[in-house]
C-alpha cells in the first residue's frame, strides 16, 4: 500500500526521492509528496493521482535540499485529494510526516488536540501524529523524545518518517507492528529510508529491517537504532541479493509481461542450491526441518490470501500426495479470526510474495500462539512473515512490481513440491526411486515453462477474439482446478472483465445456467487422472453454445476438434501440471488487458501489498 522513501546525504534529496517513490509505484496509489529541507524551512510539494503530476508540480515549483522525505498514499482516512496527501506538515511548519498504517484511535486523539486548539488541514489519521511531536517539541523535547511520547500512544500498525527543522541533520523513523516495512539502506556518506527495497535498491544493498517497536535515528555518517524506550539495539546490515536490473521493465511494455517471462529464470533460481539433479536429494536448511518433529506432524494448515492462497491449494494435493500429511487451505483473514484446532504436532505454512500482508501475519502469530509450527514461503528478502517463522523458504524469484502475480505464484508451486519431497523422505513415506523420479520430474520445470512462453504470439490470437468479453468461465479439476481460480483471478484484476473460477464438476449444480454465446468457458485440460471428466465438462459446455478456449497439452486432437482456440502447453509430471497450464492464462489475461489499454501493472483500486485489513 502507501511507500515511503527518506534520504540524508550530499545529494539532491528530491530527485533520490522522487526516483524511489517511481520504484514503489506497483504498491497502489492515488496521491504523492515530498518534503524537504532548505535553510531551516520545510518545503512541501504534494498532488493528488500519478508520480508524472507529482514531477509536473516540482519542474514548475522546484525544491532542493539534502535531506527529505516522500510518500506514495492510498487513501485510507479521507479521500484521494492534496491536502490529505503525505507528506503532513504541522501547525507551525516546523515538523513533517509520512506514515503507514492506521491510528486506530485518531479520533480520540484527533479529539484531544482540538480541545488544545489544534488546527487540521486534512482529513486524515496521520495529521494527529505529526500535531502531537510538533506538541511536545515546543514543550521543550528533542525530536527523538517527542516521536517516543507520540508513538506510545498511538493503536494500530504503523510505519512513520519524520523531519524537523530543529534538528536538520536527522531522519526518525519507527515501526510498530504490521503496516508494511521500514529498511535503511547504509550508503558511502549518505541513508536511505523505504518501506520496500526496491526504492533504494539502485544506490545500496546494505539494509537493515526494522522490528516491530524499534525506531532509529538517521544521519549522513551514523544510525542508532533503539527501542521506543531509547533502549540501543546493536545491528549489521545484511546484504540484499536483488540484482537492482530487475527493478526495470527493460524491453517489456509493462512489469507483469516481463515478469511472466522471467518465470524460467525464477524457477531456475528457486530450485537452485536446493535440488541437486546429480545425487537426486533437496536440501532446505532455512526450514529447520527436524525429523522427530516432522514424523508426529499430524496435520498442517496453509494460509494466505489472493493467489497466494491458490498456490497453498495446489500445495495440498502435493503434499498430501508425496508427504502424505493431511493438508486444510484457508484463506487467512477467515483462519485469524476463528479458533482453528491447533496443537503442536501441526504445522502452519503461510505463503506471501511481500510478506508483509496483514491477514497473513495475523494468521501466522495465531498460529505461533496456539504453539503450532509456522513456516513461510516469501519473496521478499527480510519481511515479516519471513523473519517470525520458525523456518522459511526463500522464493528466490526477484522483486515483483506488476500487482497481479505471476512469478511470485510458479515460484512457490515448486517449492511446495520439493517441500514435500522432503517431509515425505523424512517421514519414510516415499522410497528412493521414487525421490528420484519426483527429482527428474522437477528438472525439466523450467524447460517445460520455456516452450510454454513460446507459444505467446497464439495466446495474443485468443486474447483478440475475448478482448470484448463481458464475463469468462474458468473449469479445472483435481490439481488444476486451483489454476481456475488463479486464471480467473488474473483476468479480473487486471481487465474488469467478470470472471468466475470453478471446479468444473460444479458447473452443473449452477454456473452451467450462465452459458451461451456470449460466454467464454476456459477449461483447463492436461491427459491427467480427470482429462475424461473435463471432456465432459468441455461437451456441456459447448452443447450450451459456449466459447470453449481449451488448455490442453501438444497434439491433443481430441480438445482441439471440442474447442473453438486452444492454449497448448507442453506434457508434465501431473503434480507439476500447474506450473504450466497457469502460463497461458497469465498471458492471456496480459494481452486482454494490453488490448483493452488498461493500466495493467496498476489495475484500479488495487495495491500491491495488502497491509491493512
Ligand atoms: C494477485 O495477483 C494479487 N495481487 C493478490 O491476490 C495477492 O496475491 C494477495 O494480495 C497476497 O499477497 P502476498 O502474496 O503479498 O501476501
Redesign the pocket.
Known amino acids: 500500500m502507501c511507500g515511503i522513501v527518506g534520504y540524508v546525504g550530499e545529494r539532491n534529496a528530491t530527485e533520490i526521492i522522487l526516483n524511489g517513490l517511481r520504484r514503489l509505484e506497483y504498491r497502489g496509489y492515488d496521491s504523492a509528496g515530498v518534503a524537504v529541507i532548505h535553510d531551516g524551512l520545510i518545503e512541501l510539494r504534494r498532488d493528488v493521482g500519478k508520480l508524472n503530476r507529482l514531477s509536473d508540480v516540482l519542474l514548475r515549483d522546484p525544491i532542493a535540499g539534502r535531506i527529505g522525505i516522500g510518500h506514495t498514499r492510498w487513501a485510507t482516512h479521507g479521500v484521494p485529494s492534496e491536502r490529505n496527501a503525505h507528506p503532513h506538515l504541522g501547525q507551525t511548519g516546523k515538523v513533517v510526516v509520512v506514515h503507514n498504517g492506521i491510528v486506530e484511535n485518531f479520533i480520540t486523539l484527533k479529539e484531544q488536540l482540538l480541545s488544545e486548539g489544534a488546527v487540521f488541514k486534512s482529513d486524515t489519521d496521520t495529521e494527529t501524529i505529526v500535531l502531537m511531536i510538533e506538541r511536545y517539541i515546543n514543550r521543550g523535547m528533542g525530536l527523538v523524545e517527542a516521536t517516543q511520547t507520540t508513538l506510545k500512544q498511538l493503536r494500530g500498525a504503523h510505519g512513520v518518517v519524520v523531519l524537523s527543522v530543529d534538528e536538520p541533520d536527522k531522519i526518525v523513523t519507527a515501526r510498530i507492528g504490521n503496516a508494511g516495512g521500514v529498511v535503511i539502506g547504509f550508503g558511502e556518506g549518505e541513508m536511505f529510508v523505504a518501506s520496500d527495497i526496491p526504492a533504494i535498491l539502485e544506490h545500496t544493498r546494505r539494509m537493515v529491517f526494522l522490528e516491530s517497536q524499534q525506531m532509529a535515528v538517521i544521519q549522513k555518517s551514523e544510525t542508532k537504532i533503539m527501542t521506543l524506550d531509547g533502549e540501543a539495539i546493536p545491528y549489521e546490515p545484511s546484504v540484499v541479493a536483488w540484482d537492482p536490473v530487475s527493478a526495470e521493465k527493460g524491453e517489456y511494455r509493462h512489469f507483469m509481461q516481463k515478469e511472466i517471462h522471467e518465470q524460467v529464470r525464477s524457477l531456475t533460481d528457486t530450485l537452485a542450491g536446493r535440488a541437486d539433479f546429480e545425487r537426486f536429494d533437496i536440501q532446505l536448511p532455512d526450514l529447520h526441518l527436524n525429523v522427530a518433529d516432522v514424523r508426529k506432524m499430524d496435520k498442517i494448515f496453509i494460509t ?7 498456490a497453498g491449494m495446489v500445495g495440498k494435493i502435493l503434499i498430501e500426495t508425496i508427504a502424505q500429511i493431511p493438508v486444510e487451505v484457508e484463506i ?1 483473514s477467515e483462519f485469524r479470526y476463528r479458533e482453528p484446532l491447533l496443537t503442536e504436532n501441526m504445522a502452519v505454512i503461510a ?7 496483514a ?2 501475519l495475523a494468521a501466522m502469530a495465531l498460529a505461533k500462539s496456539k504453539g503450532a509450527k509456522v513456516w513461510s514461503i516469501v ?2 528478502i527480510g519481511s515479516q ?1 519471513m523473519r517470525v517463522a520458525d523456518g522459511f523458504i526463500s522464493m528466490q524469484t526477484g522483486p515483483e512490481i ?5 512469478k ?2 510458479t515460484a512457490p508451486l515448486v517449492d511446495l513440491y520439493m517441500m514435500a519431497v522432503v517431509l515425505g523422505e523424512m517421514r519414510g513415506v516415499i522410497t528412493v526411486p521414487e525421490k528420484k523420479a519426483y527429482l527428474e520430474a522437477l528438472r525439466q520445470v523450467p524447460d517445460l515453462v520455456s516452450q510454454t512462453l513460446d507459444h505467446e504470439h497464439e495466446v495474443v490470437a485468443v486474447a483478440e477474439m475475448l478482448k470484448n468479453s463481458q464475463h469468462a468461465l474458468y473449469l479445472g479439476r483435481g490439481i488444476n482446478m486451483p489454476i481456475a481460480y488463479e486464471g480467473a ?2 483476468l479480473k ?2 481487465s474488469y472483465i467478470h470472471a468466475e473460477g470453478y471446479p468444473a464438476g460444479e458447473m452443473k449444480h449452477g454456473p452451467i445456467a450462465l452459458i451461451d454465446q456470449q460466454m467464454p468457458v476456459v477449461a483447463i485440460c492436461p491427459r491427467d487422472q480427470w482429462y475424461e471428466k473435463m471432456i465432459s465438462q468441455i461437451e456441456q459446455a459447448k452443447a450450451r453454445g459456449g466459447i470453449i478456449v481449451s488448455v490442453a497439452e501438444a497434439g491433443d486432437i481430441r480438445v482441439e476438434r471440442l474447442s473453438d482456440a486452444v492454449l497448448w502447453v507442453p506434457k508434465a509430471h501431473w503434480l507439476l501440471n500447474p506450473v504450466v497450464t497457469v502460463i497461458p492464462l497469465q498471458i492471456l489475461a496480459y494481452h486482454i488487458a494490453a488490448l483493452r489499454g488498461l493500466d495493467v501493472d496498476q489495475p484500479r483500486n ?5 497491509t491493512v485489513e
Open positions: 494466505a490470501c489472493g493467489t497466494a492462497a491458490h487467512a505463503i506471501s510474495q511481500s510478506g508483509e500482508t491477514d497473513t519473496n521478499a512473515a506488476g500487482v497481479a502475480s505471476t511470485a505464484f483471478l488474473k484484476e487486471i488495487l495495491a500491491k501489498s495488502v
